[in-house]
């Protein structure tokens, strides 16, 4: 019997399975320091611990894409080892802050299974909760999954399909509580636009490119422990459909978070992930450009310091997006798009 | 009206404006280490808290060339997006030690302004501060760009050139208050060499070479928040003047500083960056040496334990250089030499 | 007279001698996020501070071959910038954990000197020991090399081979005084496999591969402050023997200790390293795998909560290991393996 872990086949999982992930991860001024150094962002309420308490915080909490790969990362060894593909995310609310020093652990259960009619896969639907030392939720999201059978013969689950939000609603996203207005200064957060500047339908082109080094995302992705072997393997992925390894899609996100900063510099935290897509894959060499369009305005209940912003971030490779580009009229994305991101972001009133 | 940041052109500065810049940033051991790790150094004082402490310090303070970068990398938004080169630095005086947590903010003042002939760029002097969370001055220097025109018919401004000091003054240099010269450890910090063992006009191979590669110029650079699109690029600047992406200057500053070791390990501080050339481009291959001439001792006032040593460093790319390459009688550089940097650090009597 | 270090050659030591190597260190969170993003580890006790806590250590400790390349690193400019070859190590025992913040120092003794045949060569061996800024011992091993005589012609000093340990008796393997076993978590700490679970003679496949970048092992080297030049100088090793630099031995234990993870989840503490050889050169490119044989179980005297597993771990480049690829009868190793590690983990029992 070997001792390796071969990872869970569709047939592995049943509804309402829970799984506690190994390993719990302490993230710290280390890790915040490499993710701006492999991903460019630049938000100051992230960057300085000045900033963050001017506006109410006890120092400058690590950035929420952060917090989402690193607890993603705990979940692939259980979840998607035997993937084939990532299909989407959905209804994932951020909570508690993260300071440097938290130690975060990731959880799961799976809530909804459903065989392909190939009966070679199917698709696992996973919730999945961060936690940090003390218990407090600082992440939770759905994503699902097609996972490879063990045995193709292997008879199907019972389908079950969950019921998903389109969006979070406004209710649910969690806002600083002691956030002060007064303190936040437009010069050091780098633009002056607010809540109210942004109307539903506009478009922003990000401008900025960036280009992705095979040393950058695997680094990125490793500091995720993150094993999903596509992303690190070349002697085999050399072999396979691309014939080189994938660009974590995660890290794409980050990417194209980053560059939004030209133009949504106020915009300083994930409130919530809507929805995502891994559209067309990334690769090394591939430079990344990004735009985004304000889908909606959200009051958020009781705050006048703070609204939401609910954005699509499409991210592009080696094409400027100065052009918007999108899927067209049937629905389909043009090749050189990579990422469409449904999120919510907070921004000043 | 776009919300995205064009940069500033050259009709956009005007001689006494003054600039904030975002984004504030706390500097940590994080950074600290990954200064560490994508530049080689390996300064005794800046390495170990045990050995500053012996000296004097509270602890180990982070690198200087660390806080430069970090200052310098806010102001390319304001000052630099649209400069088609980096001129020259002059006037740069260290001041407070930066510790991990320190939050670091810079400003600018606009010094000087002149329209080139052909009415297409100008150059700009900016003099710059960067501050600590308390107020205290970590830095100052002054350097000028040639910046593009937005319209090359914009009447030119009244010409101002700032009259600006060939070297900071010993005077001037900011010397740590409590060292300690008995805790110096010869053993520990690589070199015996004292101030008193160095003569101006000798030259110093520093022998080693290293290798840049994409990956680690380009991590550095997002690590100071650098938006110098020239660096990160390789979509735009494949199509560019060289074919491809440019090393961030200070990166190159950086490695030569710590290739300096070896000869220089005693020389713990930069006080000073009294002038400093990019004389020619480097890329990700190149392998970068150094040497350094000894320009100089400088008596700090009143200070028996430390002295100042005004150095020049010159970089080359793919050549050793025991054979101290130079400019020739016609103040012309080989192709190979890539920095000429006049600074001044503080070493031990 | 020259200020740079030309290293030592063979005639330059002489057995008793004791070296204090520069320079001194202090590692961190930094250091910890980096040889996480750089070799992939992923064991608990070293990733979580709660974990950590939970069996009675008073925070994550860092990882034991960061330590080791740590006090390694320091001793190249003084033992092995003129080595032609790091022959090999024994007898390397870890002490006293090693905190963040902990100020780390090395120093060496030469315990044994034997000029080759050839009269050109000679072997050095050296007694190294790492301590933290309290004088506690963190680290100690034998490691020898083979450094080239400065002139052919220097008399050969009188051989003297130390008898060195075949592996580390269980007696001197320090265990953490306070370990809880009760505290153990195996669904965190990623398997359920305790020391009674493994059989000598047993063999695990590692199963994942990781490929190493350039930018990786350089920048992984430089945080450790190693100077080899074979790493770092492309310009001179582009023109050497193998055309190219050589990606550290360290980093290569590092990315198999990492990739042993999977198998050897539990074997949370490195407490000796038995022996250790670099068989074959491993360049940028290559996909490291690894396999382990499990050689025996030690009891640990008095102590009924934790053993110890004395492992051989083998890595292989650009060859998957469940074949488990070794030396044949001849004791020849295949081209593909390109490191043989004996060495001793603690496991909970």
Chains 1, 2, 3 share one sequence.
Not at 152 to 166: Q, Y
Not at 277 to 283: A, D, I, L, S, Y
Request: one cysteine or more; glycine letters at 12%.
């Amino acid at each position: 019997m070997t001792k390796t872990n071969p990872g869970n086949f569709f047939e592995d999982f049943r509804v309402g399975q829970r799984i506690r992930h190994a390993t719990p991860r302490t993230l710290t001024a280390g890790d915040a320091a490499l993710y701006t150094a492999l991903t460019g962002s630049r938000f100051a309420v992230q960057s300085s611990d000045a900033f963050a308490q001017a506006v109410g915080y006890e120092r400058a909490p690590l950035d929420d894409l952060l917090v989402f790969h690193t607890v993603f990362g705990k979940t692939v060894p259980d979840i998607s080892l035997n993937a084939v593909a990532n299909l989407g995310y959905a209804d994932c609310v951020f909570g508690a802050p993260v300071w440097p020093g938290d130690s975060l652990s990731a959880r799961s259960e799976v809530i909804g299974l459903r065989e392909n009619a190939n009966g070679k896969t199917g698709i696992v639907w996973v919730r999945t909760v961060g936690e940090n030392q003390r218990g407090a939720r600082v992440l939770g999201y759905v994503r699902w999954v097609m996972v490879r059978k063990r045995n193709a013969g292997a008879p199907p689950p019972e389908p079950a399909v969950p019921d998903l939000p389109g969006a979070v609603a406004a209710g649910r996203l969690a806002a600083p509580a002691a956030f002060d207005p007064a303190g936040w200064d437009d010069e050091l957060s780098g633009e002056t636009w607010r809540w109210g500047d942004y109307a539903p339908g506009e478009k922003i082109d990000h401008a900025d490119g960036m280009t992705i080094e095979e040393a950058e995302h695997a680094t990125a992705t490793r500091l995720y422990q993150n094993t999903a072997k596509v992303h690190f393997n070349q002697h085999t992925e050399g072999e396979g459909r691309f014939g080189r390894r994938l660009v974590y899609g995660g890290h794409v996100m980050s990417v194209a978070r980053a560059l939004s900063f030209n133009g949504l510099a106020n915009g300083f935290r994930i409130a919530a992930i809507n929805g995502g897509r891994h559209v067309n894959p990334v690769f090394a060499g591939d430079t990344i450009y990004a735009w985004s369009e304000v889908v909606e305005r959200l009051e958020l209940p009781g705050n006048a310091a703070l609204g939401g912003l609910r954005l699509r971030t499409m991210a592009a490779k080696d094409t400027p997006c100065a052009g918007f580009p999108d899927r067209d009229g049937d629905g389909r994305y043009p090749e050189s798009v990579v990422l469409d991101l449904d999120y919510t972001v907070l921004i000043p009133r």
